[in-house]
């Protein structure tokens, strides 16, 4: 196995796995399901409610979310894609696990499909006008290397400059 599964952590900002374009995640393979449950403990754990592959230094295009911290409602999403997006949008406080203590208002859709493999390698498509539409569309940006001091207003941007510049001093 090429991932040590248990030496996965979160990485944060300004890491540079951060900023990569993620590649595609060829098969669902033993390595990919055990990468998914370390995902999914290092999300409970820290808490949030959801992490994406580059978050723990790995440039695939997958992530996990839970909105409600249930077990049961534990979610896997390998090569997202999403679509249909609400012409409505809402602006909803979001935070990132990557930008720690960071918080800003970000304004996306407000319904959203997403079509994806699940750890079974099954295609699984579902539709979301609440927190799972958040998440969904927080987490794909991250695949594409964008994070939400990206998105974040300039009012957002100034309340948090001084959090920013301590997270880049700490690299
Ligand atoms: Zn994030």
């Not at 978050?55 to 894609?81: H, K, S, Y």
């Not at 012409?87 to 979001?94: F, I, L, N, Q, S």
């Amino acid at each position: 196995m090429s991932v040590q599964v248990n030496k996965l952590r979160i990485v944060n900002y300004p890491h540079p796995v951060l900023r990569q374009k993620a590649q595609p995640v060829e098969a669902v393979t033993d390595e990919v399901r055990e990468v998914g449950l370390r995902m999914l403990q290092l999300m409970h754990e820290a808490p949030g409610v959801g992490l994406a592959a580059p978050q723990v230094g790995l440039a695939w295009r997958m992530f996990v979310a839970n909105a409600t911290g249930e077990p049961a409602d534990d979610m896997v999403f390998i090569n997202p894609v999403l679509s249909k997006p609400s012409r409505e949008v809402e602006d909803y406080e979001e935070g990132c696990l990557s930008l720690p203590q960071i918080k800003a208002e970000i304004r996306r859709p407000k319904a959203i499909t997403i079509t994806a493999m699940n750890l079974d390698g099954e295609t699984v498509s579902l539709t979301s006008d609440q927190l799972p539409a958040r998440i969904w569309q927080h987490e794909t940006d991250h695949l594409d290397g964008v994070l939400i001091i990206d998105r974040m207003t300039a009012a957002d941007r100034r309340a948090n400059r001084k959090m920013i510049k301590e997270l880049e001093a700490a690299d």
